[in-house]
């Protein structure tokens, strides 16, 4: 069983819920986009591709609020 003192990095870095929706919507981008390339019909990698399209701005828009976010948690790493 490990504990703190044997995992000191543990608990430095904070993860927030608009950092891990920065992942997830990358992620999904890139799986509609191989779907896109895999299909075999016009209409349908439209379809994927306006999906992707979509992942990609809600990304954008976690990543933005993670942006404004970033000099709170220095603050609070520092104290």
């Given at each position: 069983m490990t504990t703190r003192e044997t995992r000191p990095g543990r608990f430095r870095r904070r993860i927030t819920l608009d950092a891990q929706l920065v992942s997830y919507w990358e992620r999904e981008a890139q799986r509609l986009d191989a779907l896109a390339a895999g299909s075999g019909w016009a209409w349908i990698a439209r379809r994927y591709a306006r999906r992707a399209e979509a992942?990609?701005?809600?990304?954008?828009?976690?990543?933005?609020?993670?942006?404004?976010?970033?000099?709170?948690?220095?603050s609070v790493a520092d104290a």
């Open positions: 992942a990609r701005a809600k990304a954008r828009i976690s990543q933005d609020r993670e942006a404004g976010r970033a000099p709170a948690v220095a």
